[in-house]
């Protein structure tokens, strides 16, 4: 006697699409989740370290002033390196691109004085 044909059974997802699935990011991979973890690291890292470290005065303001500057210099980089990569794709040219990741650049430069200055000369 033959057997019934199945009635095409899923495998069951892999663990680690399931974790996206839970946590609501279903549409975003592990790429996506490690760059945004990176990026948190980066901009809270240095302001851990300055309070761990018990640091004080110019060596506080430059610690604080460092991770919003790493943020930006972070999505400069991230900007330069999938725009240039999907410029066409996305309708926009590369010296569009240029400019975003010059403006990110430029933000990044003006976060650590801004900070340095003001974050600096209160902590003395």
């Excluded at 470290?53 to 210099?73: D, M, N, Q």
Aim: hydrophobic share 55%.
């Amino acid at each position: 006697m033959a057997r019934p044909p199945s009635r095409g059974r899923r495998a069951p997802p892999p663990t680690s699409s399931r974790l996206l699935d839970e946590l609501g990011l279903a549409g975003l991979s592990w790429q996506v989740v490690g760059l945004t973890a990176a990026v948190l690291a980066l901009g809270f890292g240095p302001m851990l370290l300055a309070s761990l470290l018990g640091t004080r005065g110019a060596a506080y303001g430059a610690l604080v002033a460092l991770g919003p500057g790493l943020v930006c210099l972070a999505f400069a980089a991230l900007t330069w390196r999938y725009g240039m990569r999907h410029a066409a794709a996305t309708g926009r040219s590369k010296l569009e691109i240029w400019l975003l990741v010059a403006m990110f650049v430029t933000l990044a430069a003006l976060t650590w004085w801004g900070l340095f200055a003001s974050v600096g000369s209160a902590a003395t």
